[in-house]
């Protein structure tokens, strides 16, 4: 791959914050979700290109300071977006131009989330998700209590699994999630990246754990090419990580965990950040043509093309 950083034409109004998830829809167009920079005058946290980097439109101020996990999703001839508001702790079901479906707050019917002995709710703050073939919607709490609270499609609470631990079927920063079908939508399993775990968890599609899978450090979320079945994980701690299929990894990219600095470097301007080498990857998607988007978790937010030569 060549990677090709600062990806995309931002209108002078819009500056990044951390950039948090990017897709790519039916049209070929990059969505990329950020918090909004301090000196940004637009608050616009939605920012859209088209597949040659031309800045398209921009919407969803709502969402300033607390953008987070993006998921497309084609449902019939239509395709949605779902986001997740870390700051405001909501789930929020969107059409492409950011017009609400449905929004989801707190998991009040959840037992896990019952008011603890002090009245006081418990912690949440809902960080990525997945959509199952059948709809229905797999929220990772991630910054809250690490439970993956389930919905059918309608947004109906269904029920709650993987409770905080280090232990099989236990999380610990449930920071991303994804419905993997790769075996057939029959054998759908979901994929949890156990961040403070520092490893991927499967799980069955009613919570039940199936394995571990190593050699991630900072897992933040998933992304599977849909030919090759490649799976790209945007690796917090300076690298991209690919699997293969069989969820044999082949290779990190961009790598530069050795360095160790980029706790410090992230809060840096640009010129801090080492050509080819990443600091803080937390999205990822494959483009239809098998180039690799990766958005970063920076002050000054960025967004690199890795094109597939």
Same mark, same amino acid.
């Given at each position: 791959?060549?990677?090709?950083?600062?990806?995309?034409?931002?209108?002078?109004?819009?500056?990044?914050?951390?950039?948090?998830?990017? !897709?790519?829809?039916?049209?070929?167009?990059?969505? !990329?979700?950020?918090?909004?920079?301090?000196?940004?005058?637009?608050?616009?946290?939605? *920012?859209?290109?088209?597949? =040659?980097?031309?800045? *398209?439109?921009?919407?969803?101020?709502?969402?300033?300071?607390?953008?987070?996990?993006?998921?497309?999703?084609?449902?019939?001839?239509?395709?949605?977006?779902?986001?997740?508001?870390?700051?405001?702790?909501?789930?929020?079901?969107?059409?492409?131009?950011?017009?609400?479906?449905?929004?989801?707050?707190?998991?009040?019917?959840?037992?896990?989330?019952?008011?603890?002995?002090?009245?006081?709710? =418990?912690?949440?703050?809902?960080?990525?998700?997945?959509?199952?073939?059948?709809?229905?919607?797999?929220?990772?709490?991630?910054?809250?209590?690490?439970?993956?609270?389930?919905?059918?499609?309608?947004?109906?609470?269904?029920?709650?699994?993987?409770?905080?631990? =280090?232990?099989?079927?236990?999380?610990?920063?449930?920071?991303?999630?994804?419905?993997?079908?790769?075996?057939?939508?029959?054998?759908?399993?979901?994929? *949890?990246?156990?961040?403070?775990?520092?490893?991927?968890?499967?799980?069955?599609?009613?919570?039940?754990?199936?394995?571990?899978?190593?050699?991630? =450090?900072?897992?933040?979320?998933?992304?599977?090419?849909?030919?090759?079945?490649?799976?790209?994980?945007?690796?917090?701690?300076?690298? *991209?990580?690919?699997?293969?299929?069989?969820?044999?990894?082949?290779?990190?990219?961009?790598?530069?965990?050795?360095?160790?600095?980029?706790?410090?470097?992230?809060?840096?301007?640009?010129?801090?950040?080492?050509?080819?080498?990443?600091?803080?990857?937390?999205?990822?998607?494959?483009?239809?043509?098998?180039?690799?988007?990766?958005?970063?978790? !920076?002050?000054?937010?960025?967004?690199?093309?890795?094109?597939?030569?």
């Amino acid at each position: 791959y060549e990677a090709i950083h600062d990806w995309g034409e931002l209108p002078p109004s819009i500056k990044y914050g951390n950039c948090h998830g990017v !897709v790519e829809d039916a049209q070929g167009r990059i969505f !990329v979700h950020h918090t909004v920079n301090a000196a940004s005058e637009s608050h616009d946290t939605m *920012v859209i290109f088209d597949s =040659k980097g031309k800045f *398209v439109k921009s919407w969803g101020k709502d969402f300033k300071g607390g953008a987070h996990g993006l998921h497309l999703q084609k449902e019939g001839k239509q395709e949605f977006l779902y986001l997740c508001d870390t700051k405001r702790a909501l789930v929020v079901k969107t059409d492409l131009d950011g017009r609400e479906v449905w929004t989801i707050g707190y998991p009040k019917e959840a037992k896990p989330y019952e008011p603890g002995p002090d009245g006081k709710n =418990k912690k949440y703050s809902p960080t990525n998700l997945a959509v199952a073939p059948n709809g229905d919607v797999y929220v990772a709490d991630g910054y809250g209590s690490w439970w993956v609270n389930v919905y059918d499609k309608n947004a109906k609470y269904k029920f709650s699994f993987g409770s905080p631990g =280090k232990g099989a079927g236990e999380l610990n920063n449930s920071h991303g999630i994804w419905c993997d079908t790769r075996a057939g939508e029959g054998k759908a399993t979901i994929l *949890v990246a156990d961040r403070g775990n520092n490893r991927l968890q499967r799980f069955t599609l009613d919570g039940k754990h199936i394995e571990f899978i190593d050699g991630t =450090k900072l897992p933040c979320h998933f992304h599977i090419h849909q030919k090759s079945g490649d799976m790209v994980i945007p690796d917090l701690g300076a690298r *991209v990580t690919l699997y293969d299929k069989n969820s044999k990894l082949i290779g990190h990219l961009g790598d530069d965990s050795e360095a160790a600095t980029w706790r410090q470097t992230r809060t840096k301007a640009r010129d801090a950040f080492t050509p080819g080498k990443f600091v803080c990857p937390h999205g990822a998607c494959f483009d239809r043509k098998g180039n690799i988007f990766v958005a970063e978790w !920076v002050e000054v937010g960025r967004v690199t093309k890795l094109r597939k030569v």
